[in-house]
Structure formats: structure tokens, C-alpha cells
């Protein structure tokens, strides 16, 4: 059974950063994507940053040149860098895996299937 394990969540002053780490468990066949998304206050769950299988990668707008997603060399680990944290990233940030292609949008959150995720770091920024 895959498990996807997250870590570095915590409570950080505006303009902090924070190392997100996503440890992934169990006989992973293959993976197409993998990336974090995050649930703030009030809102449905966004995508904030995703990483495909060649490596290309994509961000949230509000996100680019704040943060940068990064996988170790056996895609076992996935990590999202946070810097320049504002309050409004605060929330719970997941991370997921997608072992499924399902279309052809040219959008990594809409062409992937995805079907693992961990349970949650929760990020906290205060102004």
C-alpha cells in the first residue's frame, strides 16, 4: 500500500520560510506527477505547485518565484522550498501523487489522475 507521508509544516512570521518534505512509502509502480496542493481557511483545495515526469515543472500564480517543488533522484521524497511566506498561504498543505494519465489539457492538474495523498502539514503565516 503506497503512504505519502508529510513533514516541516509550522508557524513562521510574514517573509519566513519553511522546507515542506513528502515522504512516499510502499511499491509505487510508476508515477506520472507528483505535487502539493493546500486548503486555506474558507477556500476549496488549490494546487500550488506540481512536477512532472520529465521534470517540468508548474505553479500556482500567486506561488511563482516563492516557492520551488523539487524531487530526490528515486522520486521517493518530493520537497516544496517556501519563501517569502505571506498569511495568506496559511493552510494545510498535501502532497500527491498521480499514477494515472487521464487527458490531454495540457494542465498537469487536470490530465493526471491523483490518487495518493498524505494527510497533511499544516502551515501557519502571521503578519
Known amino acids: 500500500q503506497v503512504q505519502l507521508v508529510e513533514s516541516g509544516g509550522g508557524s513562521v512570521q510574514a517573509g519566513g520560510s519553511l522546507r515542506l518534505s513528502c515522504a512516499i512509502r510502499?511499491?509505487?509502480?510508476?508515477?506520472?506527477?507528483m505535487a502539493w496542493s493546500r486548503q486555506s481557511p474558507g477556500k476549496e483545495r488549490e494546487g500550488v505547485a506540481v512536477?512532472?515526469?520529465?521534470?517540468?515543472?508548474t505553479y500556482l500564480d500567486s506561488v511563482k518565484g516563492r516557492f520551488t517543488i523539487s524531487r530526490d533522484r528515486g522520486h521517493n521524497n518530493l520537497y516544496l522550498e517556501m519563501a517569502t511566506l505571506q498569511p495568506e498561504d496559511t493552510g494545510m498543505y498535501y502532497c500527491?501523487?498521480?499514477?494515472?494519465?487521464?487527458?490531454?489539457?495540457?494542465?498537469?492538474?487536470?490530465?493526471?489522475?491523483?490518487?495518493?495523498w498524505g494527510q497533511g502539514t499544516q502551515v501557519t503565516v502571521s503578519s
Open positions: 500527491a501523487v498521480a499514477s494515472r494519465w487521464i487527458a490531454s489539457t495540457g494542465s498537469p492538474w487536470v490530465d493526471y489522475e491523483y490518487n495518493y
Open positions: 510502499g511499491p509505487l509502480q510508476s508515477s506520472y506527477a
Open positions: 512536477i512532472e515526469s520529465e521534470d517540468g515543472t
